[in-house]
């Protein structure tokens, strides 16, 4: 597709519940990378995978989250048992390699 | 621990104004710093800078890295409302591909 693509765009869910979240990333781009930006701050970064080897995932709050890219391409956040300090947007981006990322529109993800 | 500032955290300003958005980082093998524009939804790529003292520019923006003093800053002359949103800078480091973000300053531009 001509950029990121995540889905879905928004998610409640009552806390205790667990969510997948999608992203598509840019066709070809080799690195794939998921930020949470809380509100009135910066993304934050979890985790990035090259390929679909995750290289890094020292952000990753709690074992509670966990994340996938399995045949290289699409990507899935999971949080299980989530909390209300889950609640932020999540950003996905892609890069080719050497390039500046580009970032979807995220998920906007709220636990009541 | 890696850090990146930005300054100020808000700025409000009229149509026709020039600003000055403010980016200080400690990083350690720092790589390149980048600016991104994000409005209500993703955030969009502007500039990526690597080598000090040369100057990007795009339309009324543009930004110059100072490798020595570990900054960066972004100008917008002639700003128009549609410049209104959150600036964010972020660094790169040869270690890793992570971005690591300040916590952006927002911008409004009133006519």
């Known amino acids: 597709g001509a950029g990121v693509s995540q889905s879905p765009r928004y998610k409640v869910a009552k806390r205790g519940q667990d969510v997948a979240l999608r992203c598509d990333p840019i066709?070809?781009?080799?690195?794939l990378f998921w930020y949470q930006q809380a509100l009135g701050q910066g993304p934050e970064f979890l985790t990035y995978f090259q390929n679909e080897a995750q290289l890094d995932k020292s952000g990753l709050p709690s074992d509670r989250f966990f994340a996938e890219r399995p045949e290289g391409s699409v990507s899935t956040l999971k949080i299980q048992r989530t909390q209300q300090e889950d609640s932020a947007v999540y950003l996905c981006?892609?890069?080719?390699?050497?390039?500046?990322?580009?970032f979807g529109d995220g998920t906007r993800l709220s636990i009541l | 621990e890696d850090k990146v500032v930005q300054s100020p955290l808000s700025l409000v300003v009229h149509e026709g104004d020039t600003v000055t958005l403010n980016c200080s980082y400690e990083v350690t093998n720092f790589r390149s710093l980048l600016w991104y524009k994000q409005e209500k939804k993703a955030p969009t790529f502007l500039f990526m800078l690597?080598?000090?003292?040369i100057e990007k520019k795009s339309g009324r923006l543009s930004s110059i890295l100072d490798k020595k003093e570990l900054f960066s800053i972004l100008n917008i002359t002639a700003t128009q409302t549609g410049d209104s949103a959150v600036y964010l800078c972020a660094t790169l480091s040869y270690n890793t591909d992570k971005l690591i973000f300040g916590t952006g300053t927002r911008l409004q531009v009133f006519p």
């Open positions: 981006a892609s890069s080719s390699t050497g390039q500046p990322q580009h």
């Open positions: 690597t080598s000090s003292g």
């Open positions: 066709s070809g781009h080799v690195s």
